[in-house]
């Protein structure tokens, strides 16, 4: 525990850590979890763990000073020190991660308590651990939870003389004055008495920048019967309205229905139902302190009359006092231990587990040792000295005894001890885990952290006791001893453990923070140490700088290289006798020729570290077609948690429904003209700018380039606004090569950047200013007013540095666009610019119509539908064989080559000028934009612990047991013991089929229907019918299971095309059958104009040409469908699904498809009363 908590504690980049080891001499049975332990260590036999360990903490992070205190000094001596470490300072905090004599430890903890320093305790004894934090009689928490605090815009502030009286704010009588703040946000999500500061107070309100004001929430009374819907869009747009038109509203309301209540006989003497609502945009501003002071004098309510636009509220949070108890005095005052499985909390599991920590201290006392490994008389008497100890308490208000309790609760009756557990406690107290070791490490480094004032410490105590891993008592099992680094584990768990251990097959898919945790893990376990043993651990990414906080397997030489082989190389020399194996590979729909079949078969358990939910999602379907275990878990800063997956018996990650989406979207009207926050320009640079210039328009125009007639089927998938927006990209990007004489160079790259740059930053913001003005001349309204803040155009003729940085980023990712040599070396980038002689162009108003609304316009990209059906006619025109090749750019946020990040801090930093918003750091827009939030060690240490440990019980065959004997987590480490949660996992998700018995009505992920036909294989017709007859359905259609697009072995819609048609007449007239239209809408206009054309049109051939075309593609089809209907299943799939381009995705779909006697299909279908049924994924066989 020691080791892991002063690694950690280096990491989070503390000034310096101290050791203490009590001079206890490196033993074999040490490398077991001490991973800077070696065998050399041991030989030397005088070699301490603190000495052994000190080297390699150094190496993990420069800045932070690191030394081992020499046997001279007492620990009660050596806290004292004021200067530690040369630091001119004293001790924040002391971590005791090892039992101590009651005496000296009740010491220790008092000399910190009297001097202001934390005290940590955390120890593990066989399957038990126990953390410990006291903060001493008056801790000042400065941030409670360490999430971010909100900024609010403000849309309006109004006076109200009067308070009405169906309006409520806490403390403001009716009649009484109040200000009432409305923001822009939906909801405010701000608490009675949170303290805000006042910002960018505009319009002579400046004076009040910088206040800093308590707040109220702001509710509405309401008539029960009223079902007013506050989610609603009615409710939402009634609060737009000024709050005295709201209040007015509400009281319409209120009197309509209060009339109708008491003209109801039946109501006599009954009072009338009101609920209150809260206004989640409003706030109050408190005029009163608690004393009845005023806070605002009477000139600054005045000033509050004269606002017009701008203003921020900044939330800040005061500071929070708590007072902690002693470590003597919550050992005996603690009836209901924290435990961190909350059934077990609940049922009072800790009295035994805290009971038996107090025993064992006086056992030592009366002693002079600590209970023995599996030693029988040790554990009697620890037994007895618990129950003393219990027994002495009962009297004794709020102690810890054998009392029984429910649901948390102590109720004063005695119970019996559980003495079989205290007895386990003392046979395995010598012994520790390397999961408990890495969970209590992490845990208690956040404590420590904790002294600075940041997060709320644990309340006070928290054990955690897996009793499921000692199963097996069994003496020739668990003994005899004879010196192996794994003698605790094989103590505690058993030799067969060992066994199993040294044979399983590992899938570590990461290697990042979590991935070298898990290896670490591994290692010190003896996983695949045996001849059939193996780990595999994967890891596409290269190590960088930044990585060297956070994942401790790796050193500054190591930079640049692989993290998986690195990784892989570093737990290897720990233990030479790990099989390991590392790869750069991607786990993903494109690298199954290599993780095969029989890969995944021969796994024990896949093991995930990864950072993003869709490899997460992969993985996990991989477990659930081969029936694998999978061990999950994930990080967000302070917060944690971790999954087991077991087959058939819980739920899989894809029932769940995470994604990597924003749930707080912002409306797409405010990133566009009225950003008011620095993210929305920094959301606007990313999902407009970059996406339209550098992702989506070069996809759709190679989409058209490569293949125009697939894009415009293509294109009648599309709704119409991303149809106007993908027709407008692909003329645009024609455009600028008519412009650069058929070519585009890096001249032309700067050319495009330039005239973008006019016409996104100066063109556009003159435009919407103009427009605005306009609509103030002729409504008499003031439009710049609440959030919505006048821009300003930049100006070329008068530059700033800024647009310099603009122009140089985005000219080179539209070199990278066009495949131009980019141009790094900025001397010769501003001798491109000057040769260039760029002019800013006269601003004339342009007539266009500029959105000025407030809504969230879902087709503001979208043109008129005649626009469209021109823009389509002249791209029908073109030659797209003399079209220059684009390549789209995939965000990346960590290359810091590729003009990514710096095109969108420029990019973000130009909007942000325009509208007069505070710039924002490159740092910042890369988090923001890439949604970063860093890793940190602690949390990472903690939650693996907890994931070994699960693991263990993998390898002990527990899930046999049931999925109880599992346990998934949710901490959170910022936000005290309240938010440290572990429970069962959840049983499997059923999925209804919509059949009825005796058909399965339900099934879950893990199922599916296996159809083998191996010597004699189906046709897509067979397929069909046996799918109808055997479940009583109509199938519509057949396809790759899991394949999103419009593609499929059989659809009924191509069998209806049978009795589709397209023929002319003598006279030229054409006949085409409705359906048709319904799969190539392109042909309608085609087939009216040839009805509308005279027959000596020179026109009607083009038209009559589009049309024979579909003709020939509906015969084409027509063949194609017959063919693949009554050929083999197999056939019709590679006919579907294999690339037609001959090429790398060729010959990969060949490999994977040679490698596999089986297809996984998934199928549409319907009962005859058109009632959608669901199936399970159909594995075909052949």
């Known amino acids: 525990v020691g080791v892991e908590t002063a690694k950690n504690l280096i990491l989070s980049n503390v000034g310096g850590v101290m050791l203490y080891d009590g001079g206890v001499v490196c033993k074999e049975e040490h490398r077991g979890s001490n991973f800077y332990v070696t065998r050399e260590h041991v030989l030397e036999g005088a070699t301490t763990l603190g000495a052994a360990s000190l080297s390699e903490l150094r190496t993990l992070n420069p800045f932070c000073r690191v030394d081992l205190l020499d046997g001279n000094s007492t620990l009660s001596e050596e806290i004292m020190n004021k200067d530690v470490l040369g630091s001119r300072r004293g001790y924040a905090a002391v971590v005791v991660a090892t039992f101590l004599p009651k005496k000296e430890l009740f010491q220790l903890n008092e000399l910190a308590r009297a001097n202001g320093i934390a005290f940590i305790m955390a120890v593990t004894n066989g399957v038990t651990s126990s953390i410990f934090s006291d903060f001493g009689p008056n801790h000042e928490i400065t941030d409670a939870t360490g999430e971010p605090t909100q900024t609010l815009a403000i849309s309006n502030v109004e006076v109200l003389d009067s308070k009405p009286k169906l309006l409520h704010v806490a403390g403001v009588k009716e009649g009484e004055q109040v200000v009432i703040v409305t923001v822009a946000q939906n909801e405010h999500g701000l608490e009675d008495g949170d303290v805000v500061v006042l910002e960018d107070m505009r319009q002579g309100m400046e004076g009040l920048n910088g206040m800093s004001l308590t707040v109220k929430r702001v509710a509405i009374s309401s ?29 319409r309301q209120y009197d309509f229905y209060k009339t109708a209540f008491d003209e109801d006989e039946a109501n006599a003497n009954k009072k009338f139902p009101v609920r209150t609502i809260t206004i989640f945009n409003r706030l109050a501003l408190v005029l009163n302190d608690d004393n009845g002071k005023k806070v605002l ?3 600054s309510v005045d000033a509050f009359r004269e606002y017009q636009s701008g203003g921020l509220l900044n939330q800040v949070r005061p500071p929070i006092f708590k007072q902690y108890k002693s470590l003597a005095e919550t050992l005996q005052g603690t009836p209901v231990p924290q435990m961190l499985r909350g059934e077990d909390w609940e049922l009072g599991k800790g009295v035994e587990v805290h009971l038996s920590l107090a025993a064992a201290l006086d056992f030592y006392e009366k002693n002079n040792h600590w209970p023995r490994l599996h030693n029988a008389d040790d554990a009697s008497q620890l037994v007895d000295i618990a129950k003393c100890i219990s027994d002495s308490r009962k009297d004794t208000e709020g102690a810890c005894w054998a009392q029984s309790i429910q649901y948390g609760f102590p109720m004063g009756e005695p119970r019996d001890l559980n003495e079989k557990r205290i007895a386990r406690y003392s046979r395995l107290f010598a012994a520790e885990l390397t999961g408990f070791c890495a969970f209590l490490g992490g845990a208690a480094a956040q404590e420590v952290i904790k002294a600075s004032g940041k997060f709320t410490p644990i309340d006070q105590w928290v054990h955690h006791d897996e009793e499921v891993l000692a199963v097996d008592e ?3 099992n668990v003994g005899p001893l004879f010196g192996s680094r794994y003698d605790y584990q094989i103590a505690i768990l058993g030799k067969d453990f060992q066994a199993r251990a040294a044979n399983q097959r590992v899938f570590l898919v990461g290697c990042g923070a979590l991935g070298c945790e898990y290896l670490k893990g591994l290692a010190l376990m003896g996983i695949a140490t045996g001849k059939d043993g193996k780990i595999v651990v994967t890891d596409m990414d290269r190590i960088e700088v930044s990585n060297l906080s956070r994942q401790f397997l790796f050193r500054q030489p190591d930079v640049g290289h692989p993290k998986s082989v690195r990784g892989a190389m570093v737990v290897k020399k720990w233990n030479p006798s790990v099989n390991i194996e590392a790869l750069e590979k991607k786990v993903g729909d494109d690298s199954e020729d290599y993780f095969n079949d029989t890969f995944w078969e021969s796994l024990s358990v896949c093991w995930n570290a990864l950072d ?13 077609f081969y029936s694998k275990p999978l061990l999950e878990s994930g990080t967000l800063g302070t917060k944690c948690n971790h999954e087991v997956v077991l087959p058939f018996r819980t739920s899989s990650y894809n029932d769940g429904k995470e994604s990597d989406d924003n749930e707080n979207q912002i409306a797409m009207c405010t990133l566009r003209s009225f950003p008011y926050l620095p993210k929305h320009c920094i ?30 089927e293509q294109l009648d998938t599309m709704d119409s606004g991303e149809q106007s927006r993908a027709l407008r990209m692909i003329k645009a990007f024609i455009d600028l090569q008519e412009e650069a004489g058929g070519s585009i160079d890096f001249n032309a790259c700067v050319l495009i950047a330039f005239n973008r740059m006019i016409k996104d930053f100066r063109t556009s913001i003159l435009d919407l200013s103009h427009s605005a003005d306009e609509m103030e001349k002729s409504s008499g309204k003031k439009f710049w007013t609440g959030t919505k803040r006048r821009p300003r155009p930049v100006d070329w003729n008068d530059p700033m540095p800024l647009l310099m940085e603009y122009l140089y980023s985005t000219a080179n990712l539209y070199a990278s666009v066009w495949r131009a040599e980019v141009v790094r070396d900025r001397s010769e980038f501003q001798a491109v610019v000057d040769e260039l002689k760029l002019e800013q162009p006269i601003w004339e108003p342009s007539g266009d119509k500029v959105d000025l609304s407030e809504g969230d316009n879902e087709d503001e990209s979208g043109g008129s539908g005649e626009d469209d059906d021109k823009l389509k006619g002249e791209l029908y025109k073109v030659d797209t064989s003399k079209l220059q090749p684009a390549q789209p750019q995939d965000f990346e946020k960590d290359d810091d080559l590729n003009f990514h990040i710096d095109f969108l801090t420029a990019a973000t930093n130009m909007r942000s000028w325009n509208y007069d918003i505070k710039a924002s750091a490159r740092h910042t827009v890369k988090v923001t934009a890439g949604r970063i939030i860093p890793a940190l060690a602690t949390t990472t240490a903690m939650v693996c612990g907890l994931v070994d440990i699960e693991f263990a019980k993998l390898v002990l065959g527990l899930q046999s047991q049931g999925s109880d004997k599992f346990l998934n987590s949710n901490i959170n480490l910022a936000a005290g013991s309240g938010n440290f949660t572990t429970f069962a996992p959840d049983p499997p998700v059923p999925i209804p089929t919509g059949l009825d018995a005796p058909q399965p009505v339900s099934f879950t992920s893990w199922d599916r229907i296996d159809l083998s036909y191996k010597l004699n294989e189906l046709s897509v017709e067979q397929l069909v019918t046996y799918l109808e007859k055997s479940f009583g359905v109509t199938v519509n259609r057949i396809f790759l299971h899991g394949d999103t697009e ?14 589709w048609a397209i023929s002319f007449d003598e006279e030229g007239k054409v006949s085409v059958s409705e359906g048709v239209y319904t799969h190539w809408p392109q042909i309608r206009m085609a087939v009216q104009m040839l009805g509308r054309l005279p027959p000596t049109s020179g026109q009607r051939a083009m038209f009559k040409t589009q049309v024979e075309k579909v003709k020939v593609s509906l015969e084409q089809t027509k063949e194609s469908f017959m063919k693949r209907f009554q050929g083999n299943v197999s056939d019709a799939y590679l006919q579907v699904y294999r690339p037609a381009e001959e090429g790398e995705k060729q010959d990969y779909f060949d490999a994977v498809f040679k490698g596999r006697d089986y297809l996984t299909l998934g199928v549409d279908c319907q009962t005859k009363e058109k009632d959608d049924i669901t199936l399970p994924c159909v594995k075909y066989t052949f």
């Open 223 to 251: 008539p029960t019967s009223a079902k007013v819907d506050t989610r609603g869009v009615a409710f939402k747009t009634a609060l737009g309205l000024p709050t005295e038109s709201v209040v007015s509203n509400f009281e």
């Open 474 to 476: 069994c003496a020739s």
């Open 1046 to 1059: 419009d593609r499929a072995l059989y659809n009924a819609l191509d069998k209806k095309k049978l009795d």
């Open 612 to 624: 993003n939910v869709q490899a997460r999602q992969y993985t996990d379907a991989r477990c659930l």
């Open 683 to 712: 959301e606007y640079a990313k999902q407009a700018y970059f996406s339209d210039y550098f992702e989506f328009g070069p996809e759709v125009y190679e989409n058209f380039r490569q293949d125009p007639m697939a894009f415009f």
């Open 297 to 299: 004098e009477n000139t």
